[in-house]
């Protein structure tokens, strides 16, 4: 029978993409085998932190957890896509109560990302820069493909999609354009609803002419391009 280790749900103001500012409820999924150096969620990579429910019990959770005028279920981590059965069976009932489902995954495999996204209505996909220490610097471009892989595959199911990108003080402006490039060789600006470049908060941060420039890289291909910190950062807020 299909578990799943849940760290924590809880109720917060999006503080992330192109829908912050929105009334939320997370689902944080346990464990995230990868080790960005801004993670935020570092209590939740282990894969034995928080606790194990059965999907009776979990979908149950959600159902007791979830207020009124709640925009979306946002499924975070973690690492949503180590658990994507789990991910997709929580995601299949939260939309069968009518509330809309959102992904907010690294995208590093795109198999589990294909059994994902049929029950998730709004999806952010994150490509991440080679300077993240994400993975090591090899298996980069392996996982620059598997997001290209799911970004098409979101955009392909006609789901609302946007791009994200972490920038950091050691982001480079020369990789990061060829990162641009290859992902708008494969889609177009009418796909996506925007394209995040969000600055890393707190040690890292990069400086306002950096994040100018790669604003500029990003901006001859979509008018939909925003620099957008951390909203829940600023305000105190899970
Ligand atoms: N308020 C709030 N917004 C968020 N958006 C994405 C989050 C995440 O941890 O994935 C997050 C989070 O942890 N808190
Ligand atoms: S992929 Fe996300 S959860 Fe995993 S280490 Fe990176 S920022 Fe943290
Ligand atoms: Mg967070």
Same mark, same amino acid.
């Given at each position: 029978? &299909?578990?799943?280790?849940?760290?924590?749900?809880? *109720?917060?103001?999006?503080?992330?993409?192109? &829908?912050?500012?929105?009334? !939320?409820?997370?689902?944080?999924?346990?464990?995230?085998?990868?080790?960005? =150096?801004?993670?935020?969620?570092?209590?939740?990579?282990?894969?034995?932190?928080?606790?194990?429910?059965?999907?009776? %019990?979990?979908?149950?959770?959600?159902?007791?957890?979830?207020?009124?005028? *709640? =925009?979306?279920?946002?499924?975070?981590?973690?690492?949503?896509?180590?658990?994507?059965?789990?991910?997709?069976?929580?995601?299949?009932?939260?939309?069968?109560?009518?509330?809309?489902? =959102?992904?907010?995954?690294?995208?590093?495999?795109?198999?589990?990302?294909?059994?994902?996204?049929?029950?998730?209505?709004?999806?952010?996909?994150?490509?991440? !820069? @080679?300077?993240?220490?994400?993975?090591?610097?090899?298996?980069?471009?392996?996982?620059?493909?598997?997001?290209?892989?799911?970004?098409? @595959?979101?955009?392909?199911?006609?789901?609302?999609? =946007?791009?994200?990108?972490? @920038?950091?003080?050691?982001?480079?402006?020369?990789?990061?354009? %060829?990162?641009?490039?290859?992902?708008?060789?494969?889609?177009?600006?009418?796909?996506?609803?925007?394209?995040?470049?969000?600055?890393?908060?707190?040690?890292?941060?990069? *400086?306002?002419?950096?994040?100018?420039? &790669?604003?500029?890289?990003?901006?001859?291909?979509?008018?939909?391009?925003?620099?957008?910190?951390?909203?829940?950062?600023?305000?105190?807020?899970?």
């Amino acid at each position: 029978m &299909l578990n799943v280790r849940l760290y924590e749900i809880f *109720t917060s103001i999006e503080g992330e993409g192109v &829908l912050f500012g929105t009334k !939320t409820l997370f689902v944080r999924l346990a464990g995230c085998p990868f080790g960005c =150096y801004y993670c935020d969620t570092e209590e939740a990579l282990p894969a034995d932190s928080g606790e194990e429910h059965t999907m009776e %019990e979990a979908c149950r959770m959600i159902d007791d957890a979830i207020q009124p005028n *709640t =925009y979306k279920v946002n499924f975070t981590g973690g690492e949503p896509l180590v658990q994507h059965e789990a991910v997709a069976g929580m995601a299949r009932h939260v939309q069968s109560s009518g509330v809309p489902t =959102y992904l907010e995954s690294s995208c590093y495999d795109a198999d589990r990302f294909r059994t994902v996204i049929p029950h998730i209505d709004i999806v952010k996909v994150e490509f991440k !820069t @080679a300077d993240s220490a994400f993975v090591e610097e090899g298996q980069h471009p392996r996982i620059v493909r598997s997001a290209t892989e799911c970004l098409r @595959a979101a955009v392909d199911l006609g789901r609302e999609t =946007y791009i994200k990108v972490v @920038a950091g003080e050691g982001t480079k402006p020369g990789p990061f354009a %060829e990162l641009v490039g290859g992902i708008f060789s494969e889609v177009s600006n009418d796909d996506i609803s925007g394209f995040v470049i969000q600055p890393v908060t707190g040690p890292g941060a990069p *400086t306002l002419d950096a994040l100018l420039e &790669l604003h500029d890289i990003v901006r001859p291909y979509s008018n939909k391009v925003r620099v957008i910190p951390q909203l829940h950062k600023a305000i105190g807020a899970p």
